[in-house]
Nanobody, 125 residues
């Protein structure tokens, strides 16, 4: 079993920044792929960014150049630095863990095995 706990969400004005964190426990964090997803009201959960066990990073086109995913294996923590936030970024953001090493832009929610409870991000215009 893997336990994931997100933090860092909140309310921010358009153009602002937030840094999300995801603390992991219960498994060798460094050996598996991780991802950030988001789900807005009435919409499907979508991949925002993912990182493989060796640090290969992937981003949704909508966040490229503004968001950065990173992992600190020593702290078993995943991060998402979000800059230049837009109102359409308002959603619940989830951290997720895969049972496999690889990550990729086409791997959807069904390819991930463990999820955090989510953290709310609200971007005002």
């Amino acid at each position: 079993q893997v336990q994931l706990v997100e933090s860092g969400g909140g309310l921010v004005q358009a153009g602002g920044s937030l840094r999300l964190s995801c603390a992991a426990s219960g498994r060798t964090f460094s050996s598996y792929a991780m991802g950030w997803f988001r789900q807005a009201p009435g919409k499907e959960r979508e991949l925002v960014a993912a990182v493989s066990w060796i640090g290969e990073m992937y981003y949704a086109d909508s966040v490229k150049g503004r968001f950065t995913i990173s992992r600190d294996n020593a702290k078993s923590t995943l991060y998402l630095q979000m800059n230049s936030l837009k109102p359409e970024g308002t959603a619940v953001y989830y951290c997720a863990n895969r049972r496999y090493y690889a990550a990729g832009p086409t791997l959807g929610p069904d390819e991930y095995n463990y999820w955090g409870q989510g953290t709310q991000v609200a971007v005002s215009s």
